[in-house]
């Protein structure tokens, strides 16, 4: 029976852990407060940003809500966040994406200060991820590492692939597992023979987008497989890029969908939020 990485119970763990930090930060002086910007009401930004209000309220992070319309001017949501970023009362700015479409995302991702970068989007952010200097990490890769961390599973010196190179999850995740001392692979979609990279990770992370495209013959015996995939099926129901029924019986360890790798995002935001304060 593989090991079921619980990401309900780890990240509530974080949240938790967050809860007493902020507490005592509160009884020398000091709150935190996270900006939440969405532009416009697409359906699953609306849930995500409910989510992210709800995690802060437990935490004891202030949450100050923007809900701007979708008709919403590029240069209202630049001043917007210039505004954000001189306001000292304000400790963490998210814009949720995706933005309407005649916004540029890039440039309201650059305009948000690095200092406030909670999100881990900003080019600089990213710099410093991968020359190794402090800085905010991108939640999901983040939430990843810790996943793993507080499984006890060992990343250094293991074979690491990681399938899928978006700039929110693949490219982030390679520069952590690198930190770690992990031997990272990075495959995509025009990857040749992708089962015969992925069947030799010890630890493989899938984060392609396709609903079960993970099967049997992708995964190596005993490996740990993480999967990044929120997709829904023919049925309308959420599954992974993992085929679980299939892999499982395989593999040493494994996250579920729900209640992998979803519930760590926030969590780590949480984290970054707590982290602008942090001396
Ligand atoms: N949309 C979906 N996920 C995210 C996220 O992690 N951050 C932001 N800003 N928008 C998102």
Request: with cysteine; aromatic share 4%.
């Amino acid at each position: 029976m593989a090991q079921l990485i619980d990401g309900k119970r780890i990240s509530q763990e974080i949240k938790d852990e967050l809860k007493i930090e902020v507490q005592k930060m509160e009884e020398q002086g000091i709150s935190v407060c996270l900006a939440v910007v969405q532009v416009g009401n697409d359906p699953a930004s609306t849930v995500y940003v409910r989510n992210k209000k709800k995690a802060c309220a437990y935490v004891g992070i202030e949450s100050r809500a923007y809900e701007l319309p979708e008709e919403t001017t590029e240069e209202e949501l630049v001043r917007l966040v210039e505004e954000l970023n001189q306001d000292a009362s304000v400790n963490g700015i998210l814009v949720q994406l995706p933005l309407p479409s005649h916004i540029d995302e890039d440039r309201i991702i650059r305009t948000i200060s690095p200092d406030k970068d909670v999100d881990g989007f900003h080019p600089v952010s990213v710099g410093r991820l991968w020359i190794g200097e402090k800085g905010f990490v991108s939640c999901t890769p983040a939430g990843i590492i810790q996943l793993l961390k507080r499984s006890g599973i060992g990343i250094e010196g293991k074979n690491c692939v990681i399938a899928g190179r978006s700039n929110i999850v693949g490219k982030p995740m390679a520069a952590l597992l690198l930190r770690e001392n992990g031997t990272v692979t990075v495959t995509h979609s025009r990857t040749k023979n992708l089962s015969e990279i992925t069947s030799k990770a010890d630890i493989l992370i899938a984060a392609i987008g396709k609903a079960r495209f993970i099967t049997a013959e992708y995964v190596k015996d005993g490996a740990v497989v993480i999967d990044v995939g929120m997709n829904r099926d023919e049925e309308g129901h959420l599954c992974g890029d993992v085929d679980f029924e299939d892999v499982e019986p395989k593999v040493s360890a494994i996250t579920p969908v729900p209640g992998g790798v979803g519930p760590m995002t926030i969590a780590m935001l949480m984290n970054n939020c707590v982290e602008t304060v942090r001396c």
